[in-house]
């Protein structure tokens, strides 16, 4: 959506994209009405802003790179989801393997990095919450955060991972009982 309210459908986004004279302006509307989307999908995942705002830039060179070749047998949505996952997931994972933690500290970086944020206060709810959601396994955590912040049905959901909703709904389940218990601990 831009400033105006207008809604630009996908599909005339795809054709505009398709066409070399409104290429480059259809890949700026595609970013305007993506792109407070995707960050607040990556940023709940890297929790840092400099890394989400990264890992997006990155995210729109593949969608650029692959946008002209996207089949539409997914929805746009799903598959801008798609990418922006597996590039935040693949910036965990290198995250992690420049890390070394000590096998005492039950502490995990996320968690580090979401206390480590301008205005932290470990006694306020939603930071309670984040704490919670940065301790979930990382596949709990990624279900939890689609699911709960995004608000996305299980089948978008199995599109976007590549799960069954079964499974996605028995992540969900779990993830919710030990976002609750860690708040009613803590």
């Known amino acids: ?15 505009s994209f398709r066409q ?9 509307q595609l970013i305007r009405k993506y792109q407070e989307r995707l960050y607040w999908h990556i940023r709940r995942l890297v929790i840092v802003h400099e890394d989400a705002d990264d890992v ?4 729109f060179i593949k969608v650029w790179k692959g946008l002209e070749s996207f089949r539409e047998e997914a929805n746009l949505y799903t598959w801008l989801y798609k990418i922006a996952t597996h590039e935040a ?4 994972e290198k995250q992690k393997r420049r890390q070394t933690i000590s096998i005492e500290n039950d502490e995990s970086p996320m968690v580090a ?5 301008k205005g932290f206060d470990g006694n306020k ?7 919670a959601i940065q301790a979930l396994p990382e596949k709990q955590r990624l279900v939890f955060t689609l ?13 976007v991972l590549g799960t069954s909703t079964g499974a996605l709904k028995a992540s969900y389940h779990h993830a919710v009982k030990k976002v609750e218990d860690f708040i009613l601990r803590d």
Request: aromatic residues 12%; without cysteine.
């Open 1 to 15: 959506m831009n400033q105006s309210g207008f809604v630009i459908e996908d599909q005339l986004l795809l054709a």
């Open 20 to 28: 070399p004279e409104s290429r480059e302006l259809a890949f700026t």
């Open 56 to 59: 997006l830039q990155n995210v």
């Open 89 to 92: 997931l693949s910036w965990l």
């Open 113 to 117: 990095a979401l206390e480590a944020q």
């Open 125 to 131: 709810i939603e930071w309670k919450l984040q704490r």
């Open 147 to 159: 699911r709960y912040y995004d608000e996305m049905p299980y089948e978008k959901m199995s599109e």
